[in-house]
């Protein structure tokens, strides 16, 4: 009963740097989303998707890419890392639009030295 | 402009008391409420919510309390047990369409025996 995996746990990336961050449900959820959380700014929204094939933009998409080929996986890539973007990312899905609970993945601690 | 806040960053209170964690919002559609709660080091998880079609909802210890007309919800934990300490988060959606859920900055609870 794994729920929502998010891969990898940690990782420490020098400015510039590429990386694929990846979220995989197993609850057969249409909806799924990226999050991050910096100290005092509780949860903001990146990025979304209500659908296999579709993303939207959140609260804070620049220098973020999704991508959601795959019903059961949410991608989130950065082209070129920044300071900035050092942060707790957190993966979320839900069966339908927030009217129902979502559930999170144990999150993704990013440095971006 | 933040449309859903949580005012006090912190709380402390003693074992066996009641905590009350509150949250008010800006946004008039907003028309469901959730609470979250998160550990250290694990991802948010849900605890209780309500629809703005009541004004109380109860979960065995958490009763959440919804006033529509001063736009402000409030969250009760009685009695309060030291494994209820953990950063407690408000969020809002408009439970239709495409919405998502807007998260308020978090209220760190400490309940110490």
């Known amino acids: 009963n794994a729920g929502v995996t998010q891969t990898p746990k940690f990782r420490v990336l020098k400015t510039g740097q590429s990386m694929t961050l990846l979220c995989a449900q197993d609850?057969?959820?249409?909806?799924m989303y990226w999050y991050r959380q910096d100290p005092g700014m509780g949860l903001r929204l990146i990025h979304y998707?209500?659908?296999?094939?579709?993303?939207a933009k959140g609260e804070v998409p620049d220098g973020y890419n999704v991508s959601r080929l795959k019903k059961q996986n949410f991608l989130l890539g950065l082209e070129s890392a920044a300071p900035s973007q050092t942060s707790v990312y957190f993966c979320?899905?839900?069966?339908?639009?927030?009217?129902?609970?979502?559930?999170f993945g144990q999150g993704t601690r990013l440095t971006v030295v | 402009d933040q449309q859903v806040k949580q005012n006090s960053p912190s709380l402390s209170v003693q074992e066996g008391r009641i905590s009350i964690l509150n949250c008010d919002y800006t946004?008039?559609?907003?028309?469901?409420f959730l609470w979250y709660k998160k550990y250290p080091a694990e991802g948010p998880t849900f605890l209780i919510s309500?629809?703005?079609?009541?004004d109380k909802n109860e979960d065995g210890r958490f009763t959440v309390f919804l006033n529509k007309s001063a736009k402000h919800l409030s969250l009760h934990i009685v009695p309060s047990q030291p494994g209820d300490s953990a950063v407690y988060f408000c969020?809002?959606?408009?439970?239709?369409?495409?919405?998502?859920?807007?998260f308020g900055k978090g209220t760190m609870l400490l309940v110490s025996p």
């Open positions: 979320a899905s839900s069966l339908t639009a927030p009217g129902t609970e979502a559930f």
């Open positions: 609850m057969n959820h249409e909806y």
């Open positions: 998707s209500v659908g296999e094939g579709t993303t």
């Open positions: 946004n008039s559609m907003f028309d469901y």
């Open positions: 309500i629809s703005s079609i009541k």
């Open positions: 969020a809002a959606s408009v439970n239709s369409g495409y919405s998502t859920l807007t």
